[in-house]
């Protein structure tokens, strides 16, 4: 039977691409929706097409002032996990130290930590510290809980370096710096921009840590839950298509890179 043994042969490829197909399900609903114009509050039922919420994708009012305090918290956020989360994850795999077992064990909390439990008690650290929550209350949070992913990511590529790359870069009269720039820091490079490309999806998305902390300072994700409850612009699905295209495009853009370096190298 030539069409059983050919499913047989592809079975894993067919059983890939449904799952694919199923997790980018709600993505394409998403952007058949932008291009949606309701006849009520809700864009849930599809009426008619039209161009008018992507050629106006502020025109709802504080929309695009979420989305800018949800960028800058995202960006801040991912650098400053990434640079603290790089640093930690070298110091857990390169020294001994007293208590480095108890640290990485540490280091997972915040990752099978429910979120709400995260949130209440960020929540009470700041309002016993006299903290007044908003953008700042929010940056540390996202710190917090992104610092984990970013140690996590960058210590499993730290921990498959070979250690002889940089004992010949020493025996070639390299510094430490220069050993640093030059054979460490491109070798860790893939893992370090995993963790920051993770950190910043995470952080834009969070809403529970956020509405804990938030004060009266509204992100977009919080302003997609106000808005849920009473009626939902097309612009949403907008901004929701533009972060989709722009994350897949990376993807590409680094998938071309990767190929073109390793046609060089052969």
Same mark, same amino acid.
Request: hydrophobic content about 55%.
């Given at each position: 039977?030539?069409?059983? +043994?050919?499913? !047989?042969?592809?079975?894993?490829?067919?059983?890939? =691409?449904?799952?694919?197909?199923?997790?980018?399900?709600?993505?394409?609903?998403?952007?058949?929706?932008?291009?949606?114009?309701? !006849?009520?509050?809700?864009?849930?039922?599809?009426?008619?097409?039209?161009? +008018?919420?992507?050629?106006?994708?502020?025109?709802?009012?504080?929309?695009?002032?979420?989305?800018?305090?949800?960028?800058?918290?995202?960006?801040?956020?991912?650098?400053?996990?990434?640079?603290?989360?790089?640093?930690?994850?070298?110091?857990? $795999?390169?020294?001994?130290?007293?208590?480095?077992?108890?640290?990485?064990?540490?280091?997972?909390?915040?990752?099978?930590?429910?979120?709400?439990?995260?949130?209440?008690?960020?929540?009470?650290?700041?309002?016993?510290?006299?903290?007044?929550?908003?953008?700042?209350?929010?940056?540390?949070?996202? %710190?917090?809980?992104?610092?984990?992913?970013?140690?996590?990511?960058? !210590?499993?590529?730290?921990?498959?370096?070979?250690? @002889?790359?940089?004992?010949?870069?020493?025996? =070639?009269?390299?510094?430490?710096?220069?050993?640093?720039? @030059?054979?460490?820091?491109? %070798?860790?490079?893939?893992?370090?921009?995993?963790?920051? =490309? =993770?950190?910043?999806?995470?952080?834009?998305?969070?809403?529970? %840590?956020?509405?804990? +902390?938030?004060?009266?300072?509204?992100?977009?994700?919080?302003?997609?839950?106000?808005?849920?409850?009473?009626?939902?612009?097309?612009?949403?699905?907008? %901004?929701?298509?533009?972060?989709?295209?722009?994350?897949?495009?990376?993807?590409? $853009?680094?998938?071309?890179?990767? +190929?073109?370096?390793?046609?060089?190298?052969?």
């Amino acid at each position: 039977m030539p069409f059983v +043994n050919w499913l !047989k042969k592809h079975l894993v490829v067919i059983a890939g =691409l449904v799952t694919l197909g199923y997790l980018l399900l709600p993505n394409v609903i998403v952007t058949v929706f932008s291009f949606n114009k309701p !006849k009520g509050r809700f864009n849930y039922e599809w009426q008619q097409f039209s161009l +008018n919420a992507w050629k106006q994708p502020c025109g709802v009012a504080d929309m695009c002032g979420s989305l800018s305090i949800s960028l800058r918290i995202a960006a801040l956020a991912t650098i400053g996990a990434t640079l603290l989360g790089t640093m930690i994850a070298f110091a857990l $795999v390169r020294y001994r130290f007293r208590a480095r077992g108890a640290v990485n064990s540490l280091i997972f909390l915040p990752m099978a930590m429910p979120e709400v439990v995260m949130a209440a008690s960020l929540l009470t650290l700041f309002l016993n510290m006299g903290a007044q929550l908003g953008f700042y209350t929010i940056l540390i949070a996202h %710190i917090m809980f992104c610092l984990s992913f970013v140690v996590t990511a960058v !210590k499993a590529r730290v921990m498959s370096m070979d250690p @002889r790359l940089e004992e010949a870069a020493r025996d =070639l009269y390299a510094g430490p710096v220069q050993t640093f720039v @030059r054979v460490t820091l491109p %070798i860790a490079a893939p893992g370090i921009a995993a963790g920051a =490309l =993770l950190s910043f999806a995470l952080s834009f998305d969070d809403f529970i %840590i956020t509405n804990f +902390n938030a004060g009266s300072t509204v992100t977009f994700p919080m302003f997609v839950w106000g808005s849920a409850q009473r009626g939902t612009p097309v612009q949403i699905n907008v %901004i929701g298509t533009a972060m989709f295209l722009v994350a897949v495009l990376l993807v590409l $853009v680094s998938m071309l890179v990767n +190929n073109r370096r390793n046609r060089q190298k052969a």
